[in-house]
């Protein structure tokens, strides 16, 4: 069964200073990974994904991930925090074997960054 | 691109009484999900749109709910005899086509069951 952890409810981070929200995850084959980020009152949006290739992924407003398959992580990063990146942070899977089109969900981080 | 649009936002209804949701995806968007929210949650799959064919719906979807996508375009997602448990944000999302996997997701249509 495909699974998703997101083990820190919450994260605490200066702004300018690197942050990391964590994901680990478990489905059959190969893994679609993805990163949303939801603001307050708003819907969820799409950060960035990795799909196949280059293990680190670029996504918007500076942020990147790095698959690991071996740890079966894709941990969410980006170099200098901003106050304005404060939000709750979901991890996403999709498993690639045929048969399921579903994507499941981290229960989310919440990410806050102190001025 | 005016993004994904769901009617209503918020409804109320008291339990036993069914409602009806809307999703309008991203135009040209041939594949539409939808997903239960609730507090402290992450999204929940509830079910997959292909155009008009459904090809998945969850196991945890019991037989009160029912979605369409009639033309392929928006979609219903209907709930008979709501229970207080039904209580929820249900989100709609679009995915263009095949080879992008990102999903564009409304902002949710609230649901308290009284």
């Known amino acids: 069964a495909q699974s998703v952890a997101q083990p820190e409810d919450q994260v605490n981070v200066a702004e300018g200073n690197p942050l990391t929200v964590k994901c680990t995850y478990s489905v059959s084959g190969n893994p679609y990974l993805f990163w949303y980020v939801q603001y307050p009152n708003r819907g969820l949006q799409f950060l960035l994904k990795?799909?196949?290739?280059?293990?680190l992924v670029k996504g918007s407003y500076g942020f990147e991930a790095e698959f690991n398959k071996s740890q079966t992580s894709f941990h969410l990063k980006k170099p200098s925090a901003l106050v304005s990146d404060s939000a709750l942070y979901f991890c996403?899977?999709?498993?690639?074997?045929?048969?399921?089109?579903?994507?499941?969900f981290g229960t989310g981080t919440r990410l806050k960054v102190l001025a | 691109d005016t993004g994904v649009s769901q009617n209503p936002r918020h409804k109320i209804t008291k339990r036993g009484q069914n409602v009806t949701f809307r999703c309008d995806p991203i135009s040209e968007h041939n594949r539409l999900y939808w997903y239960r929210q609730t507090l402290g949650q992450g999204p929940e799959f509830l079910t997959y749109?292909?155009?008009?064919?459904?090809?998945?719906k969850s196991r945890l979807l019991s037989d009160r709910f029912s979605a369409e996508r009639p033309k392929g375009s928006f979609s219903t997602l209907e709930i008979q005899r709501t229970e207080q448990g039904d209580s929820a944000m249900y989100l709609c999302a679009s995915s263009p086509v095949p080879g992008s996997y990102e999903q564009y997701f409304g902002p949710g249509t609230r649901l308290t069951v009284t």
């Open positions: 749109f292909q155009n008009e064919a459904q090809l998945e």
């Open positions: 996403a899977v999709r498993a690639t074997t045929s048969g399921t089109y579903k994507y499941i």
């Open positions: 990795y799909i196949t290739g280059d293990n």
